[in-house]
């Protein structure tokens, strides 16, 4: 099983500022398999990067996904207020998938 | 628009049973993988089982094998969750999501969840 480590567990940042998220995976990721999603309190998980850097619709130009091999970073520039909530990174490359444990990104 | 809704969470003590249901809409059920994810207190995402669109291959999370059936409806666009001999780590929010298809894997929408606590 492919464990995924997130970093940092906090990230405390005012609006307009940029989130630089990070997940390392135990083994090589392959095909670039990868995944964000952002999940807010009482609310469904949300699809923002698969591919490691492909952004799904309807998600904004500021959330830019990066990496390759183990090591993968979510960016968001320019903070908005509907941005703070938890990240999770995800595999899909090996069985079973797996998911990190979540980066909260709270206001500063 | 895709909308999944979960329901038939509750209390269950431990070596009971309970069945979770997830009515889809918005889209063709039938065409799209599924899956089920859940959420401990405190704990992040795990991916707990997935079922073809067909409904004839089934996939598990070793934590659950030979416990839990995953399902589904076609004809009445629901996904199903058998949870037997439920253990007090199976507490947690249960989530459906729909598989993308791009790729196997890429869970595309979610519902909100159910809560299951296990608890004597």
């Known amino acids: 099983e492919i464990v995924l480590t997130q970093s940092p567990g906090t990230l405390s940042l005012s609006p307009g500022e940029r989130a630089t998220l990070s997940c390392r995976a135990s083994q090589s990721v392959s095909s670039n398999y990868f995944a964000w999603y952002q999940h807010k309190p009482g609310q469904a998980p949300r699809l923002l990067i698969y591919g490691a850097s492909s952004r799904t619709t309807g998600i904004p130009d500021r959330f830019s996904g990066s990496g390759s091999g183990t090591d993968f970073t979510l960016t968001i520039n320019r903070l908005e207020p509907e941005d703070f909530a938890v990240y999770y990174c995800q595999q899909y490359g090996g069985s079973p998938w797996t998911f990190g444990q979540g980066t909260k990104v709270e206001i500063k | 628009e895709v909308q999944l809704l979960e329901s038939g969470g509750g209390l269950v003590q431990p070596g009971g049973s309970l069945r979770l249901s997830c009515a889809a809409s918005g889209f063709t059920f039938s065409s799209y993988v599924l899956c089920w994810v859940r959420q401990a207190p405190g704990q992040g995402l795990k991916w707990v089982s997935a079922?073809?669109?067909?409904?004839?291959?089934?996939y598990y999370a070793d934590s659950v094998k030979g416990r839990f059936t995953i399902s589904r409806d076609n004809s009445k666009n629901t996904l199903y969750l058998q949870m037997n001999n439920v253990r007090a780590e199976d507490t947690a929010v249960y989530y459906c999501?729909?598989?993308?298809?791009?790729?196997?894997?890429?869970?595309?929408?979610w519902g909100q969840g159910t809560l299951v606590p296990v608890s004597s």
């Open positions: 079922i073809s669109g067909s409904g004839d291959s089934t």
């Open positions: 999501a729909r598989n993308s298809a791009v790729a196997g894997g890429i869970l595309d929408y």
